[in-house]
């Protein structure tokens, strides 16, 4: 097999997931440690809602929240917004390659007001407390901020929730399995991968170019390097499929671990990264640890398991031609909105007034890590538990027949 | 190419229905099916590649063959 036949395999296929959950924590950690920043998508979403504002003639300036997230300048100038679009191009280039793309409508009527009120929902929750899944698993838990065990505990009390609900009769999927003979008509597809896959590899030289363009002409290295970790993040969800909300959801609904292990791990292996370069001065993002965490998480975790797909999820979904992620995605800019909109009513209450605990000063650097990473091992016999008690209600059920 | 995919008795069109619906009626399916029938479970929700076949194997169905070239991936498994 030539070295160009083995390439494109590899750009084709769909890649492992739990090697790249793990890629995605050294990744974040390498992010903080060269730009400063935080590997999160809703902060963005949320000021995009606020630009909506203005254009419409809103006046945001005295909105507290969009203080908080710093509204100045535009998705081209700010890091957040241009790793956002390495993050498109990186899907966009997965999708191609992978020969993915594809329209589709939603399945029902009942999936749009799925797909709608459990993005606001979702978008609404994640803001509350402070950031969906990446901001809590990427960057709140292996930076020692305590807020982000509060949302990602309170995140799985939220999915179980979500999964009681999505699993009441309403929601149950229609279709019937059928009988087929040799006479029943194949369901042939068009072939259009050649095309894409060209198509995928201009996307993707188009983004680096930019990228290298942003350093080395205009000199912003660090707007250049946030899209070059973009793409990377973007090709990597995209190409190995990862999807947090099925973690926890589907641990629920099939006892299913791999993707929740994975995170766990990914975890534990960024945590020690972003605590050597905390220990050489990097300042980690620490948030308020109050109720508007729990509240938040379990929104969020509720939402998102509505929705079908977290603020994560539906970027690469929606670009693959699910419609249904587009609806996910603009309730998610709702509710992050109309979080924005009752901030400065109920932030002094359930957020401001609450401590920012930094685990590494309560309990001292070393043992801040070991608490850490004692929580992370609580987490991973928690996960071993919930599939443990899956498996023997399915034996049991077996038994039974 | 052709002669790796089995001849399917049975199937599950799963198209346009968003993740985890595929593989919760592909597990639903299977425990209607006989010993001898295969089914063929069509999705276009590319992310059910990480939960199809992993939660066939769990639930002690046998994943026979998966086709991922195009947008809607195709599993055929039996019980």
Request: proline residues 4%; positive net charge.
């Amino acid at each position: 097999m030539s070295i160009t036949h083995e390439l494109k395999r590899m750009l084709t296929s769909f890649w492992r997931p739990t090697p790249a959950v793990i890629a995605l924590g050294v990744l974040s950690v390498y992010y903080f440690g060269i730009t400063g920043t935080y590997w999160a998508v809703t902060g963005e979403f949320t000021r995009w809602g606020g630009h909506i504002l203005e254009a419409s003639g809103v006046d945001i300036s005295d909105w507290g929240y969009f203080n908080i997230m710093g509204m100045q300048g535009t998705s081209l100038t700010r890091v957040d917004g241009v790793m956002i679009i390495g993050m498109f191009g990186g899907i966009i280039a997965a999708t191609l390659w992978g020969n993915k793309l594809k329209f589709r409508l939603p399945a029902s009527r009942i999936r749009i007001y799925q797909a709608l009120i459990g993005g606001i929902i979702a978008g609404f929750g994640a803001r509350l407390g402070m950031g969906c899944n990446l901001a809590s698993l990427f960057t709140g838990i292996p930076q020692f901020s305590a807020h982000a065990w509060f949302f990602t505990i309170a995140m799985i009390v939220g999915v179980y929730f979500g999964v009681k609900f999505t699993q009441l009769k309403l929601f149950r999927s229609k279709v019937q399995m059928q009988a087929i003979s040799c006479d029943t008509p194949q369901i042939v597809q068009k072939d259009r991968a050649k095309g894409f896959f060209t198509f995928g590899t201009i996307v993707f030289s188009l983004i680096m170019l930019w990228a290298l363009y942003l350093i080395f002409v205009v000199g912003s290295t660090k707007l250049g390097v946030a899209m070059l970790f973009g793409s990377a993040f973007g090709l990597i969800i995209a190409k190995a499929q990862i999807c947090f909300t099925s973690a926890f959801r589907d641990l629920f609904i099939t006892g299913r671990s791999q993707m929740s292990r994975a995170i766990v791990i990914a975890m534990a292996v960024s945590t020690i990264g972003i605590f050597s370069y905390i220990l050489i001065g990097v300042p980690p993002k620490i948030m308020w640890a109050g109720p508007n965490t729990i509240i938040g998480g379990a929104l969020f975790g509720f939402g998102i398991v509505v929705a079908g797909g977290c603020e994560c999820g539906w970027m690469y979904r929606a670009v693959e031609g699910q419609t249904h992620f587009w609806i996910v995605g603009i309730g998610n800019v709702i509710g992050a909105t109309l979080l924005a909109f009752v901030w400065d009513d109920i932030a002094p209450l359930v957020a401001t007034s609450w401590p920012k605990i930094n685990l590494l000063e309560s309990f001292g650097a070393y043992g801040g890590l070991l608490f850490n990473y004692l929580l992370l091992f609580l987490l991973f016999l928690l996960i071993l538990k919930i599939e443990k008690n899956y498996s023997k209600k399915l034996n049991g059920a077996n038994y039974a027949k | 190419m052709q002669n790796n995919i089995p001849t399917p008795t049975h199937r599950l069109d799963m198209q346009t229905e968003p993740c985890p619906y595929p593989a919760i009626k592909t597990i639903e399916a299977l425990r209607e099916l006989g010993d001898d029938d295969i089914l063929e479970v069509i999705s276009d929700c590319p992310q059910s590649i990480n939960n199809i076949p992993l939660d066939v194997e769990k639930h002690g169905y046998k994943l026979l063959h998966i086709d991922s070239s195009s947008p809607s991936v195709r599993y055929f498994v039996k019980r």
